[in-house]
């Protein structure tokens, strides 16, 4: 589809300042001019959009004839032009190359493009206002990672340098089976391949923040920011200090609750609740004493909960295996709905 320089020589110099931000497309530019010459006006006052459809038209129509595309261009509608050359492209694809600059991608980017708008982050790139080179090739890094990763930067918002040692954490917890509730910390921190990339992501979570709200009045209080869940954990020294409890907080998947005594400020127990379909189960609930919440403090926090309007329940695993050794096979789904019931109605 190009030609040897000197056959475009004088071309390319009449029409330099329009072929700039076609980069390696110029010369073909330059083609299609000669070919069709009303498509000067057009290819000098291209708008990004356009721009960017004719590109990805004319990369992916290579050794076609010039002149048939350049009347083809000059003719048809650019979502046209973009369904003809690429008919599996996702429907993102046209609204959105308007945001890719003033100056033709390669081929690979664009392909890189598309595949990101089809994935798991697709709606990341869609709030982002630029989407050059740099960004496209930073979106499509990110969609290559652990799927957890996608979600931590939507909601965390880590740089590129959080995101890959983001990675590699997950990676070595997946290898050493201890992702989730069950980190062994010291476990990890014996890894020392493990051990930098720990402390770089470590000092990132310490900033997150919870995405919800819950408006709780006293004595309940909620934590809102991992560090302050970071600082009460280490000095409780219990199993919250983990990390994944910090990105869980600030993915929004659990909330950390206080509950205060007598002196307002000096919490008694802290709780996290996991998000369900039923609303906030509680998860861990441990108190100052470094001891276990007994079931009646569980059920305390879970009824002050219910007087600031916050649907919890306070159903353990542990009730849950209870209830299966009370009572036959074909019983268990019936009895264990029945608690879930009981539970709910006591909470409204």
């Not at 990105?247 to 005594?261: E, K, P, T």
Request: charged share 25%; glycine share 4%; aromatic share 8%.
């Amino acid at each position: 589809m190009t030609a040897s320089p000197s056959a475009f020589s004088t071309e390319i110099q009449e029409f330099a300042p329009s072929l700039l931000p076609w980069s390696e497309l110029g010369p073909t530019v330059v083609r299609l001019i000669q070919a069709h010459e009303p498509l000067a006006r057009r290819i000098l006052l291209a708008p990004p959009k356009w721009l960017h459809v004719v590109a990805v038209y004319l990369w992916r129509t290579q050794g076609a004839d010039i002149g048939e595309l350049a009347q083809s261009i000059y003719e048809k509608h650019p979502r046209q032009l973009l369904n003809e050359c690429w008919a599996e492209a996702d429907l993102k694809l046209y609204p959105v190359l308007k945001r890719c600059g003033r100056k033709a991608l390669m081929l690979e980017q664009y392909e890189k493009l598309n595949t990101i708008l089809g994935s798991n982050i697709a709606d990341i790139a869609l709030q982002t206002k630029a989407l050059n080179a740099a960004r496209i090739e930073f979106f499509f890094k990110i969609r290559e990672m652990d799927p957890l990763v996608a979600p931590a930067y939507r909601q965390l918002n880590f740089d590129l340098e959080t995101a890959k040692r983001f990675d590699i954490m997950l990676k070595h917890m997946r290898k050493l089976d201890i992702i989730g509730d069950h980190i062994s910390e010291s476990k990890l921190l014996r890894n020392g391949a493990f051990r930098s990339t720990y402390n770089y992501v470590e000092a990132r979570l310490t900033r997150v923040k919870a995405p919800d709200n819950l408006n709780l009045a006293a004595p309940l209080r909620q934590i809102m920011l991992g560090e302050e869940l970071l600082f009460i954990a280490n000095q409780w020294k219990n199993c919250l200090r983990t990390p994944s409890y910090r990105i869980s907080l600030g993915l929004g998947s659990r909330v950390f609750i206080l509950l205060d005594g007598d002196e307002p400020g000096h919490a008694i127990a802290l709780a996290s609740f996991e998000r369900t379909a039923f609303g906030w189960q509680m998860d861990e609930c441990t108190t100052s004493e470094k001891r276990r919440a007994s079931p009646e403090l569980r059920q305390r926090i879970v009824n002050l909960l219910s007087l600031n309007g916050v649907s919890a329940y306070a159903t353990t695993f542990e009730m849950a295996l209870s209830a299966l050794d009370r009572c036959p096979d074909q019983m268990v789904e019936e009895e264990w709905h029945s608690e879930l019931e009981d539970t709910e109605r006591s909470e409204h």
